[in-house]
């Protein structure tokens, strides 16, 4: 066996499935650390609904949008990730 091909069937599926769970984490963090980016000054979800929350003098609505949004992502990323490490427990 050449070593492109041992690298190919034998390391890196061994090495994907023990890295998905802290990428899975790393990916979620990511998305739920986002709002830091409005400091550095680039608009995001929840700056902008910090915008539309001084425009329509609701507080609450804006807000509530963007939980339901950041939960939409978060929820459906781990259950992605979810079933990709179910799917690479099984090819055991």
Not at 4 to 13: Q, T, V
Not at 69 to 83: A, E, M
Request: zero cysteines; proline letters at 3%.
């Amino acid at each position: 066996m050449t070593k492109a091909a041992s690298m190919r069937y034998i390391i890196l599926p061994q090495a994907i499935k023990n890295i998905l769970p802290a990428l899975g984490n790393e990916f979620i963090t990511v998305i739920k650390e986002s709002s830091m980016v409005s400091i550095i000054g680039i608009g995001e979800l929840m700056f902008m609904s910090g915008v539309v929350a001084g425009a329509s003098l609701n507080a609450f609505l804006p807000y509530a949008v963007a939980a339901v949004i950041y939960f939409i992502l978060t929820f459906g990323l781990s259950r992605l990730l979810g079933v990709a490490e179910r799917r690479m427990r099984t090819s055991d």
